[in-house]
């Protein structure tokens, strides 16, 4: 180790950064390297973090969403200035509107050169200000522990979210004292008196009570007693768009899930019932589909959420319990009420919907083209019980929100902001956390070319996901649209794409293509057999026709 980063009494600021992320718990980090922060980098070297080296800015932002979706930890990224900082922007759009916690260490200039159009010179502030929790930069190389600890509070106190911070290069090499600064706790909240008599109170009067499940603030201890007490009272529970298995998909509570696309009987369930507690999420646009769907004020919404803002509500709110999921659940269970036939009469119906909704159709294949149902009811009924899948946006995510069974949380990892290129390095995150699960995504064709070059990240850290791509040859949902407004005018949604499975056999995994049905079965088989056997990731390339739909 040099002497330039570590003295008998001193060290770079850059190692104490990488030494502050250690003692907040941080085990792995999202990077494309840059000049501008080599002294970090050099941290590392001899750091327990491992550092997951990604071919694209976008890609290692997707990677440390999804890690912090997935970790009671804020996922990391480190990216340099300009172009690379500019490339993780969408990673930062996603965690704030998925409310992930997440830090982004950005390379910058050298302190001196600020204001002169430095190369790959931009302003921090004035580029991430309105979408990220805070903006703050190192100017003082003594403070580079307090700005880490900051950093990693900001993000998850309170609704969490994305925080950036800026790193000069020339600040980050001084030397300073070794001495960490305190990880800074978090307040987590909890149901008042007032709150738990409020709650009982509207628990005993409700003939039809629901729980709408969502966001990324819970443990799987948090989620598991929740389960527990919705299927103790016999009271359902609906999951948030793309946040299924915190109510496991086979409890006998689960009613499916709430979003864009969603099967029928979960979309009347909003009017019908009379008593909604949303916990870890408010009634957004999604779930309320535009802001149309309860939102009179008559209706009884109880909101669980520790945000007091309440930012993305729409419709009534009854009452807010300030409280992490967690630390509600904690109360919640306390809470021991008589259970009414009303409630298991409810639970039952609106769960026998689910059952049927979900039911897997015949893994028996069809004459003709490929089919995504015979893919899925091939593919489940061979996952494991602890599976986990990834995904991005588009219609080939609705095979799974209706099919996939998410048994714990976090089993489903998806972007709920629509952003598309999110699957493959969601599920190179997922495989690297979670080595020897199961790790499925499911990627659009359109979609699948936005980052799938982080295969070779996967390939290179022994991430071994499934991906499976549903190759319709076109942007399906935006021609869903098209349809809907501009019928019979197909205007840049049509797409010609490569061989994918050949695509992932150059990244150095198995790829198969698939374009008869009769092919489907070998193909998932041969698919999850290189993954045990070979010990590599694996794609499945299946060629489906245009305009089918899960549901």
């Excluded at 299946?542 to 899960?550: E, M, S, T, Y």
Aim: charged content about 20%; aromatic content about 8%; overall charge negative.
């Amino acid at each position: 180790m040099s002497t330039e980063q570590t003295t008998a009494t001193t060290k770079s600021a850059g190692h104490v950064i990488v030494d502050t992320l250690e003692a907040h718990g941080v085990k792995r980090i999202y990077s494309v390297p840059g000049e501008s922060y080599l002294d970090v980098l050099d941290g590392l070297h001899h750091s327990a973090i491992e550092n997951v080296i990604c071919r694209h800015e976008g890609g290692a932002a997707y990677m440390a969403e999804a890690d912090g979706k997935m970790n009671s930890v804020p996922g990391i990224a480190m990216v340099t200035r300009g172009p690379g900082a500019a490339n993780a922007h969408v990673g930062l759009h996603t965690a704030w509107q998925d409310s992930t916690a997440m830090v982004l260490f950005v390379g910058l200039i050298p302190f001196e050169h600020r204001g002169k159009e430095a190369f790959q010179e931009f302003d921090p502030q004035m580029w991430f200000e309105s979408g990220a929790k805070r903006v703050m930069t190192l100017d003082h190389a003594a403070r580079a522990s307090e700005i880490v600890a900051e950093a990693m509070f900001a993000a998850t106190s309170g609704r969490p979210g994305p925080v950036i911070v800026g790193l000069h290069e020339d600040i980050i090499k001084e030397q300073i004292s070794p001495e960490l600064h305190p990880n800074i706790p978090v307040a987590t909240g909890g149901m008042t008196v007032e709150d738990w008599k409020a709650l009982n109170e509207a628990l005993q009067g409700s003939d039809k009570p629901l729980f709408i499940t969502g966001g990324n603030d819970w443990t799987t201890e948090g989620a598991e007693a929740l389960t527990a007490w919705l299927e103790e009272h016999h009271i359902p529970a609906a999951a948030e768009w793309r946040t299924e298995g915190t109510v496991p998909f086979t409890s006998p509570s689960y009613v499916g899930p709430i979003g864009y696309g969603r099967p029928k009987p979960t979309y009347d369930l909003l009017e019908e019932t009379d008593l909604i507690v949303f916990v870890g999420t408010v009634p957004g646009d999604v779930v309320t589909d535009g802001f149309k769907v309860r939102q009179n004020w008559d209706k009884k919404n109880f909101l669980v959420t520790i945000d007091p803002s309440l930012r993305g509500r729409s419709g009534p709110v009854s009452h807010q319990i300030v409280a992490k999921p967690d630390v509600f659940v904690r109360d919640l269970v306390r809470m021991d009420l008589a259970v009414k036939e009303s409630w298991k009469e409810w639970t039952s119906r609106m769960r026998g919907e689910q059952e049927r909704f979900a039911a897997l159709p015949s893994a028996e294949p069809a004459e003709g083209q490929a089919r995504m149902d015979t893919l899925m009811a091939n593919l489940v009924r061979s996952l494991p019980e602890d599976a986990m899948i990834t995904l991005g946006a588009g219609e080939h995510t609705n095979w799974a929100h209706r099919y996939f069974p998410t048994n714990s949380y976090a089993s489903m990892v998806s972007a709920r902001n629509g952003s598309m290129g999110y699957s493959v390095p969601s599920a190179v995150a997922a495989s690297l956390n979670h080595p020897g699960r199961r790790v499925v995504t499911i990627a659009g064709d359109g979609e699948f070319l936005m980052n799938g070059q982080e295969l070779a990240t996967a390939a290179q850290y022994g991430a071994t996901p499934l991906v499976v791509v549903m190759d319709n040859q076109e942007y399906g949902t935006i021609r869903t649209h098209q349809e809907r407004d501009y019928p019979n005018r197909v205007s840049g949604t049509q797409l010609k794409n490569p061989d994918f499975a050949k695509m992932a056999e150059a990244f150095g995994g198995f790829g198969v293509r698939v374009e008869q049905d009769a092919d489907v079965p070998a193909a998932v088989e041969a698919a999850t057999q290189a993954i045990d056997e070979d010990g590599t990731f694996a794609l499945v390339h299946l060629i489906v026709d245009q305009r089918v739909k899960a549901y």
